[in-house]
């Protein structure tokens, strides 16, 4: 079983930055992509950044795209999404997921996700 270890959340000022980090528990467990999603209270869980394990191919939700930068250390089996110009609209749980297979792409779906780290950003 593939256990997904995300950290680096926190409390975060408007414009600020934040780097999460995802470590899984197996390695070279084949992954397809990895990927982070996020949910906000009260709304859905949604795509935020993917990336392709092999490749190093991108997938940005719109929203971020231009402040967010997703990447991975393939010798370690990290995933990492550095977070810059902070808006309060970015305050969520945010999760990482890896998934096995392309089907549906980066956007998922995806088959093992973390527990979760809270990203606050004030105001």
């Known amino acids: 079983q593939v256990q997904l270890v995300e950290s680096g959340g926190g409390l975060v000022q ?8 995802c470590a899984a528990s197996v390695r070279t467990f084949s992954a397809y992509a990895m990927g982070w999603f996020r949910q906000a209270p009260g709304k859905e869980r949604e795509f935020v950044a993917a990336i392709r394990w092999s490749t190093g191919s991108t997938l940005y939700a719109i929203a971020v795209k231009g402040r967010f930068t997703i990447s991975r250390d393939n010798a370690v089996d990290t995933v990492y999404l550095q977070m810059n110009s902070l808006k309060p609209e970015d305050t969520a749980v945010y999760y990482c997921a890896a998934k ?3 089907n ?14 809270q990203v606050t950003v004030s105001s």
């Open 104 to 117: 549906g792409g980066l956007r998922g779906p995806y088959d093992y996700w973390g527990q979760g780290t």
């Open 14 to 21: 408007a414009g600020g930055s934040l780097r999460l980090s």
């Open 100 to 102: 096995r297979g392309s």
